[in-house]
C-alpha cells in the first residue's frame, strides 16, 4: 500500500504540474479530517507522511499527569511508563499511533474530498501564476464553445476568453478551430484563474509582427505606433535602430510574406506600415500613404497640419468614411486637416477677391496680402501696421491705410448682416428661438392634408 501510495503523489504531481509538498500537505490534512471525523473533534491528533513506508500516520498526544481528568487528553505517569515512554515524566507530551483502518468508509470519503479540492487549489494557482506572467503575450489555442457573445479558447491547461468587445467585427470562427489572441488580462477567481483575450486590442498587431519579423523581437526594429480600426485598416510606425536595415522592407518582406502572414491571422485586415520620422511633416505625409501630399502648412501651437493634395487624391487620402485621415491622426498625434488643390485655389481666389475691397489694395497687393498671411478683411483689421509693411515691403503709413480702410468695411459688413437676420426672422431672438420656429414651420408642412 506504501509504494502505491508514492506512486500516486509522484503521479498526480507530473500530471498537474503541482509540487510534492503541497500534494503531501493535502494528504495529510485529509487523514488528520478523517480521524477527527472518527475519534472526535477535542483529540490532540497529528498527521505526518512516513517517506520509508510511503502511509501517512495518524498520532494522539496525551499529556503525562498524576491523577488523570480527561482521559482522552491525558495519560497517569504510571500507565504512561508502563506502555509508551520508561522514561516519560509529569508534563511530557506522548503521542501514540492510531491504525488509520478504524477510520471508516465515510472518513475515507470525506479525506477524498478534501485531497481533490487542495489539488484543485494548488492547479489554480500555479495556472495562475503562470498565464499572469504571461500577460501582454500571445496565446494559442482552439476553439472550445461559444457563451453568450463570447467565445471561450482551450490554452491547454486553462480556459480563455475572448469577451464580445475583444472580437473582430464579423469575424467568425467553428468550434475546433485554431486562434490567436492577445493575452489582455489575468484574474483571480473563485473558479479559477480568468484569462482575458483579445484579437482588437493594438498590441496584439505588434505581437503579430514580433513573430513575423525577426529583427523586431531582435530589437533591430521598434513599431513606434499602432492606430487600429479592427477588421477593416491598421497604421503602424515603425523606425530602424540599425543605419543598414530599411524598417519599412524588413517588415514587408520579400515579396509582401511577412505582412501578408500578419494579414492573413486578420483575415484580410488592411496594413499601412509607414516610416516613423522626427519631422512631423514627413511623418504625417507618409502616414497618408498611399496618397500623395502637394503641399502642407503647419501650425505647432495648436498642433494641427493642413495638407494639399490633388484633385484626384482627395478621396484617398481621405478614405473611405475619413478612415485614412482618421487613422494618419491617431498615428501621428497630429490634427489633420485634408483639402484638395482645386479647393485651395477657389479659396485663395475667393480671399483675394474680399481683399480687393479695401481701397488701394490690386489684385498683386491683394495675392501679396494672403500669402503672407493677411487672408480675411479680418485679419488685416486686427494687423501691426509695422509688421505688415514689413511683411509685404510697403511703407508703413499705405499699412495703416490699409488696416483704417478694413477697419470701416468689416464694420460696414457686421450692420449689414445684422440687419439682414433681423429682416429674415425679425421674432426670433436667439439660435434656441430660430430652431424652433424652423421646427414648428416643419411640423405644419407635414401635417396639411396633400390636395388631389
Keep these: 500500500m506504501g509504494p502505491d501510495l508514492s506512486r500516486l503523489i509522484e503521479q498526480i504531481g507530473k500530471e498537474k504540474g503541482i509540487d510534492r509538498s503541497i500534494i503531501v500537505d493535502a494528504l495529510e490534512t485529509a487523514v488528520l479530517t478523517a480521524a477527527k471525523k472518527k475519534l472526535g473533534q477535542d483529540l490532540d491528533l497529528e498527521t505526518a507522511f512516513n517517506e520509508e513506508i510511503g502511509e501517512v500516520e495518524v498520532f494522539q498526544f496525551k499529556t503525562v499527569v498524576n491523577e488523570v481528568v480527561n482521559p482522552d487528553l491525558q495519560i497517569s505517569l504510571a500507565e504512561a511508563r508502563e506502555t509508551l515512554d520508561e522514561d516519560a515524566e509529569l508534563g511530557d507530551s506522548l503521542g501514540m499511533k492510531i491504525e488509520t483502518n478504524t477510520f471508516g468508509r465515510i472518513g475515507v470519503q470525506a479525506a477524498k474530498q478534501i485531497i481533490i479540492q487542495k489539488v484543485k487549489d494548488a492547479e489554480r494557482d500555479i495556472i495562475y501564476e ?9 496565446a494559442s489555442g482552439s476553439v472550445q464553445r461559444f457563451e453568450g457573445g463570447n467565445i471561450v479558447v482551450n490554452l491547454g491547461r486553462a480556459e480563455g476568453v475572448i469577451p464580445h468587445s475583444e472580437q473582430i467585427p464579423r469575424e467568425t470562427f467553428r468550434r475546433g478551430e485554431r486562434v490567436r489572441a492577445y ?14 483575450l483579445s484579437r482588437t486590442h493594438p498590441a496584439f498587431i505588434k505581437s503579430l ?26 497604421k503602424i510606425a515603425v523606425r530602424s535602430k540599425d543605419r543598414d536595415i530599411d524598417p519599412v522592407g524588413a517588415c514587408v518582406g520579400m515579396r509582401g510574406s511577412r505582412v501578408q502572414g500578419v494579414v492573413q491571422e486578420l483575415r484580410g485586415e488592411k496594413i499601412d506600415i509607414v516610416p516613423y520620422s522626427e519631422n512631423p511633416v514627413s511623418y504625417v505625409c507618409s502616414a497618408l500613404s498611399p496618397a500623395k501630399v502637394d503641399k502642407v502648412f503647419i501650425d505647432e501651437e495648436e498642433q494641427a497640419i493642413e495638407v494639399i493634395v490633388p484633385d484626384d487624391q482627395l478621396s484617398l487620402a481621405i478614405g473611405k468614411n475619413g478612415q485614412n485621415v482618421r487613422l494618419a491622426a491617431r498615428l501621428t498625434g497630429w490634427r489633420i486637416d485634408v483639402k484638395s488643390t482645386s479647393s ?26 494672403f500669402n503672407q498671411g493677411f487672408k480675411t478683411i479680418s485679419m488685416v483689421v486686427s494687423a501691426n501696421p ?56 416643419n411640423s405644419e408642412e407635414l401635417s396639411e392634408e396633400p390636395k388631389g
Excluded: C, H, Y
Design 209 to 234: 509582427f514580433e513573430l513575423e519579423v525577426p529583427e523586431i523581437s531582435e530589437g533591430f526594429i521598434e513599431i513606434v505606433n499602432v492606430a487600429r480600426e479592427p477588421g477593416f485598416r491598421t
Design 386 to 441: 509695422t509688421v505688415m509693411a514689413a511683411a509685404v515691403r510697403s511703407d508703413e503709413n499705405t499699412a495703416a491705410a490699409w488696416v483704417a480702410a478694413a477697419a470701416e468695411i468689416d464694420e460696414s459688413d457686421e450692420t449689414e448682416q445684422d440687419a439682414e437676420a433681423a429682416n429674415n426672422n425679425p421674432t426670433a431672438e436667439s439660435t434656441e428661438d430660430v430652431e424652433k420656429v424652423s421646427n414648428e414651420e
Design 344 to 369: 485651395v485655389d477657389a479659396q485663395k481666389e475667393a480671399a483675394i477677391k474680399a481683399l480687393q475691397r479695401i481701397p488701394g489694395v490690386d489684385a498683386a497687393s491683394a495675392e501679396v496680402l
Design 130 to 138: 503562470e498565464f499572469k506572467d504571461r500577460k501582454g503575450n500571445l
Design 183 to 196: 493575452i489582455l488580462d489575468v484574474r483571480r477567481i473563485s473558479k479559477g484563474p480568468q484569462i482575458i
